[in-house]
């Protein structure tokens, strides 16, 4: 009994161990927004969705593939979808009600509380196959398709009509019938239990006909070592199948809870597209592509944390970039530089998990790992300067990141003076780039931004923010190369108002770009 929901040819591994990184990632790509919306309040939603997300930088195509067509499945079918889940819950919630049947480890409570389980157990599996029945003409994917084909075959009527029969024969509503030796000092040993004679046909048969011959005896009522002793007996004559019973019951169980574990990320992304789809933000199944194949296009792609946080379509982005492994962004403060990697990052994740993406088109080779490397604000627990941190930060990731990964790096090193940073900088993507790692640097350090430009390096790609005349923000990034202004006086005129300064950047009376840029923040 498998459900192979998430994997063409094995069970979802929910016990696999999360990168040691995973807060960083949570915390820079803003990936709890996005698992809040896909868990809905359910705690075991919420878990599933992290593991598979996470789960998924140790993916592959055929993975995907296989994902993929389940969700589409249920994007057709979510009701039916969200019947499979609540009776996978229910079962298992009834084995947890359930609890105090099993207590004590006497053959004969074990026996009835399987017998019980085992009952409601059949229950649920006949409203499963039900739905299977009703609903396997509404499924094309290979996952749904083997599910609703193994509850059709192996639960039919008869198997289901069998199994009934014996658990009712197994509570011995007419006694135990078993056989015994006697074994040294006159003990009993070899105890078998025994299948009931059939009853004799017809009741004059029954009342009259010879009976074979038996040797009886009684115990008194009161003789409760009698009792303890014939218990004792029953104990040892079911003994094998209470245990027998017991391991199927188990066995039924662990097919309940990893159905409800597969389909609770197929839940959870019904969830965050019913969101998503009520903000009006575009979403669509990514192509993905092996790693090593320098696979990078989308159209639309927009922040899917953003999106949820303010609750509506934030600006999406178009690039093709095939080939590239070096993207450098650049450009005007608060100009969507930070929102384009962070809507970069969560499409990644969500692609190499099988789900799909908030974009119009996307399209991306396969990564080995997923790594970050933000800038972070003073913090009074840090036990160093920040541009320490940040190299201490640095140091961890370089022992893990190895070939194939992504780095993700937000206004790295711009704790330091300009010159040191853009060092650092280089140094850094030099390294990672000559490990075939593929790297997008969001950076104000023009000295760095611009040496690299100038090398016209044929696998990198410079994306500047766009910024119109009169300053306003498009929050769209478009290929360019690095300017020496970020643009900082643009919002120190929206803060104190143009009456503050002369006229002319890096006047008197009006701090240049560089100033405004440390007094505003870089965004």
Known sequence: MKAYLMHPDRDFDAQRPAPSHEALLRQDLGLDVLLHAMAGGDDFLLDIARKALLQGLHGDVPTILHRQAALRDALRQPEVVRQLYALAVEA????????????GDHPTSILHGAISMLR?????????????????????????????????????????????????????????????????ENQGNGYVLRRPHPPAAGWLRRAFGKRPPAYTFRIAERDLAGARTLAGMRDRAINDVANALAQSMDHILAFFE?????????VGCL????????????????????AGS?????????????????????????????GK?????????????????????LAQLMMQAGMFVTARAFAAELCGGLFTHYKREEDAAMASGKFDEELARLSDLAGQVGPGALVLFNESFASTNEREGSEVARQVVEALLARNVKVVFVTHLYTFARGLYERRMPDALFLRAQRLADGTRTFRLAE?????????????????????????????????DRTAHAGAGRA
């Open 120 to 184: 409601m157990f059949m229950d649920v599996l006949e409203k499963l196959r039900g739905l299977a029945e009703a609903h396997a003409g509404g499924f094309a994917s290979r996952g749904f398709g083997a599910l609703f084909a193994m509850l059709r075959e192996e639960f039919d009527d008869a198997y289901l009509g069998n199994v009934r029969a014996h658990l009712a024969e197994l509570r011995f509503k007419d006694g135990v019938l078993m056989s015994a030796m006697l074994g040294p």
């Open 294 to 322: 320098g696979t990078l296009g989308f159209e639309g792609l927009c922040d899917a944390a953003l999106a949820l946080a303010q609750e509506r379509p934030p600006v999406g982005n178009t690039l093709a970039a095939d």
């Open 480 to 512: 360019g190369e690095p300017l020496e202004t970020s643009h900082g006086a643009d919002l120190y005129r929206q803060v104190f108002g143009e009456g503050q300064a002369t006229s002319g950047d890096g006047g008197a009376g009006r701090p240049d």
């Open 258 to 266: 990893m159905l409800r574990a597969e389909l609770a990320f197929y």
């Open 271 to 290: 969830n965050l597209h019913a969101r998503l789809e009520a903000l009006g933000v575009p979403t669509a199944f990514p192509a993905a592509a092996a």
């Open 92 to 103: 298992i919630e009834n084995r947890k009600k359930n609890y105090w049947s099993f207590l």
């Open 325 to 345: 492994r070096l993207l450098v962004v650049t450009g005007a403060n608060q100009g969507g530089k930070s929102t384009f990697m962070r809507s970069l990052g």
